[in-house]
């Protein structure tokens, strides 16, 4: 049998590192009404534990969803063309891939 690779503490992208912490169920969907959500003045991503949990492309999912909202922040998208937004995200995202090894262990292991 594999070990699980759990997931990161932390992701670096551009000069940040940002926090993924995983928070109780219960207070990400009844208080928050959300699965994940990023916190650009901490750079802190908050994420469901029992998603994160539970692994499987949808923990994937949920993570990559988020990191795209930190692209967004980092790279200033707000108001750029469709274009600008796609090789703003593709970039950033391949940089997170390339620099957090940890990350994409954890990633691969949970899309196989």
């Not at 994937?60 to 692209?71: F, G, P, Q, T, Y």
């Not at 950033?92 to 940890?102: A, F, G, L, R, V």
Request: charged share 25%.
């Amino acid at each position: 049998m594999t070990k699980r690779v759990q997931l990161p503490e932390f992701v670096r992208l551009s000069h940040y590192r940002i926090s993924l912490i995983p928070i109780n169920s219960q207070i990400s969907e009844e208080c928050a009404e959300q699965q994940g959500s990023f916190h650009s003045r901490s750079m802190r991503i908050y994420l469901d534990e029992d998603i994160i949990e539970n692994g499987g492309s949808i923990a994937v999912d949920l993570v990559k969803h988020e990191l795209m909202h930190a692209i967004f922040y980092v790279r200033q998208l707000d108001g750029a063309n469709e274009e600008n937004i796609v090789n703003g995200m593709a970039t950033h995202y391949t940089e997170i891939e390339k620099n957090n090894p940890d990350y994409l262990r954890w990633k691969l292991q949970n899309l196989n």
